[in-house]
């Protein structure tokens, strides 16, 4: 929505509509009386403007050129109120052009309206919801007039679409806390932030609390216990926590929601962010990682004393592969799951398996939270009643039920003559390396519960950035050993890419001989170094001159299923530099695109012909002292509701230099996709 306001004495208008009975009256009251504690507010109401029980139309006309017009210049406003008695306009009204105007009733947000408004809210409750509301306010007045009034309504919807024009949309009688998440949704939209500071200097004086349990669970346990039925919860999971060669990486493992009084929902999806807080949703327009610089990117808050992970809450989730239309690629068709999906978290379970213990962290400004101090006993209780890991007590994985049954995107023809077109573009020199991926995909009827199937990736497949990420409609269960981006508070960056895969055998001597192959290929080596170069690069636009160095290269790691060749690419932030655009530098992974990454991204685009939704992009944290860690989304399922069944998907892929045997790069995605197969009893489907 355009906006109007920004010269002194010209005030920032909001409009609050919905149909009759959706609770707009009520809200608009308790918004002005909140708002009113750092500025000064008028209200105006539609209600005594309209022209009788057939005015919708002439008093949104009346509404628009006597009201907004004057109040957008800073004039005040003059109208006449109409005498619903008399059925005639009645006095003269004045409505002063205040810091912030409210106007508020059916129509408030009308097209006519929009060029005036800074915000627009709608409100949403059911019709029988509605009716009962209004009647209940109005009595006998209104009963008569309900149908012609309704009709009116309808008559204006069929040609104007507020809600989908709207900056708030907000669920109607949705309890007594509405108006708070309205005040602090509308001090997260861009042009509101300013004038609303002292709103977010509230929540800038807020801080992370940490207790400590001498006691190191069994975090499926803890998981089913605190979060088995929340509609949105993460599961950063240090699944290989007691067998890594990579100790720094699996020593922390995350589980939250997005529940209490500072949880949030947020998705994204083409240009479009919505915040969800309680019965609030906040529409923000604008590319996701500017969104995200200005909830994240410049701000930090420190960690409590002794807490040594980088997450002291702040938002959790995924960012898919089609956020490159922000970093330089091509905008493909939207796939089915969002751009990106994330939760806030106000309190979280973080288990030490270094330390050997759990800290309860939750999120305050100091007063009263009894919803707060009743999470914390029911945490408590979870870690303390679960058993250790790895004791005959802790939680087995259950059967997935029947075995899904994949189809593949491509052929292994289609595949092989894939990579010989890439071959091509780079004998043309076009691009020098290739991460050509495909999806294996599957249906299941019915629902299915992401959490047996999880437990059984995690036992067949343990590795350091596993996770588990639920969300309405759609969830993650990934078992991936890399990491995209590390970003502590002092500003240290870390990249680790791998490239390079062979099966692991049960016989020693073999397993052994497929490592040192490994570490001897000269094809491997080649692509890993490559994209070496191209994450050097993507690093050094916001690092420190001269600090980008390589600390490890073509190292060879070993885990349950594969051997991996990675290297890992140090930095530092420059200071005063945005850890929200750093991101968005590197993103998506160099090891999931190629090199050089824009141009072969088109050609990914070509090749592939499909989105690949959230395969290849990133998951993890975004902490609110600014650090942030994140892993490739690979060796990752997709479940996603498709009506009363569940489709299911797992991308896979690999780099295509001109070195590459096609016959050769075809068993190398097979090797990729056993982990996860395996452990579903699933086949590949030749």
């Known amino acids: 929505m355009e906006a ?14 919905g149909r009759s009975g959706a609770g707009k009256t009520t809200l608009a009251v308790e918004l002005a009386a909140l708002l009113r504690e750092h500025h000064r507010v008028s209200l105006f109401h539609l209600e005594e403007i309209y022209p009788g029980w057939d005015g919708l139309a002439g008093g949104l006309a009346r509404y628009v050129e006597s009201v907004l017009r004057p109040l957008a210049a800073g004039a005040t406003a003059t109208w006449h109120a109409w005498d619903w008695e008399r059925g005639t306009d009645g006095p003269l009204r004045r409505t002063e052009p205040a810091e912030i105007v409210i106007v508020e009733g059916v129509g408030a947000s009308c097209a006519a309206a929009r060029p005036y408004l800074d915000a627009a809210l709608w409100v949403e409750a059911p019709d029988d919801v509605r009716r009962t509301s209004a009647l209940t306010r109005d009595g006998d007045t209104f009963a008569p007039f309900w149908q012609r009034w309704a009709e009116q309504e309808l008559a204006w919807l069929a040609q104007d679409d507020p809600a989908g024009n709207a900056d708030l949309i907000v669920q109607g009688h949705r309890g007594l806390g509405t108006p708070h998440e309205v005040r602090l949704a509308l001090s997260g939209l861009p042009r509101w932030a300013a004038p609303m500071s002292p709103e977010r200097a509230g929540r800038r004086g807020l801080r992370v609390h ?3 349990l001498g006691h ?5 346990e803890v998981f089913a216990e605190l979060y088995g039925s929340s509609p949105s919860a993460v599961w950063l999971d240090s699944s290989d926590a007691r067998e890594t060669t990579a100790p720094e990486r699996s020593r922390f493992t995350i589980l939250a929601d997005d529940g209490g009084r500072y949880g949030q929902s947020v998705r994204h999806r083409a240009g479009l962010t919505e915040v969800t807080a309680g019965a609030v949703t906040a529409r923000i327009h604008g590319q996701f990682f500017r969104w995200l610089d200005g909830v994240w990117g410049r701000g930090s808050m420190r960690a409590p004393a002794g807490y040594e992970c980088g997450f002291a809450l702040g938002w959790l989730g995924y960012l898919g592969y089609e956020l490159k239309r922000e970093t330089g690629g091509a905008s493909l068709p939207a796939a089915p799951l969002p751009d990106a999906a994330l939760i806030f978290a106000g309190r979280a379970v973080v288990v030490d398996h270094q330390q050997r213990c759990t800290f309860l962290l939750t999120l305050g400004d100091g007063t009263a939270d009894p919803e707060c101090g009743r999470w914390l006993e029911a945490a408590r209780a979870a870690v303390l009643g679960a058993p250790a890991p790895g004791s005959r007590a802790t939680r087995n994985p259950a059967p997935a039920g029947q075995a899904p049954v994949f189809t593949a ?3 292994r023809a289609g595949y092989l003559g894939k990579i010989k077109e890439s071959q091509a573009e780079i004998g043309e020199g076009n691009t020098y390396e290739v991460c050509l991926t495909t999806a294996l995909e599957a249906r299941l009827e019915g629902a299915v519960d992401p959490l047996p199937l999880y437990l059984a990736l995690r036992e067949a497949n343990p590795a350091p950035f596993a996770h588990l990420l639920r969300f309405p409609g759609a969830v993650l269960a990934s078992t991936s050993p890399e990491r995209f981006l590390r970003l502590d508070a002092d500003g ?22 497929l490592r040192r192959d490994l570490g001897a290929s000269l094809k491997d080596r080649a692509e890993n170094i490559m994209i070496v170069d191209l994450l050097r690069n993507d690093l050094s636009h916001f690092a420190v001159p001269g600090s980008v160095t390589v600390s490890r290269l073509c190292a060879i790691e070993s885990y349950a299923t594969v051997h991996q060749m990675v290297s890992t690419i140090d930095a530092r932030l420059r200071p005063g530099s945005s850890r929200a655009e750093a991101v968005s530098a590197a993103f998506p992974a160099g090891s999931m695109t190629g090199a050089p990454k824009i141009s072969t991204m088109a050609l990914l685009d070509r090749l592939e012909d499909a989105p690949r939704g959230a395969y290849s992009g990133a998951a993890g944290f975004f902490s609110l002292t600014g650090a942030a860690d994140l892993a490739v989304v690979i060796r990752t399922l997709v479940l996603e509701q498709d009506g009363g069944a569940t489709r299911v998907s797992l991308g896979v892929g690999g780099a295509i230099t001109a070195d590459s045997v096609p016959e050769e790069e075809w068993e190398e995605v097979r090797t990729k996709a056993f982990g996860v197969l395996s452990a579903l009893g699933s086949r590949f489907p030749d």
Request: aromatic content about 2%; proline content about 11%.
């Open 4 to 17: 109007h306001s920004g010269r002194a004495g010209v005030p920032l208008i909001l409009a609050v509509d």
């Open 210 to 212: 940490a207790e400590r």
């Open 216 to 220: 190191e669970p069994s975090t499926p």
């Open 409 to 411: 995107r491509d052929t």
């Open 492 to 513: 240290f960056l870390r990249a680790e890419p791998i490239k390079g895969t062979r099966r692991r055998s049960a016989d020693p001597v073999e397993d052994e001989a």
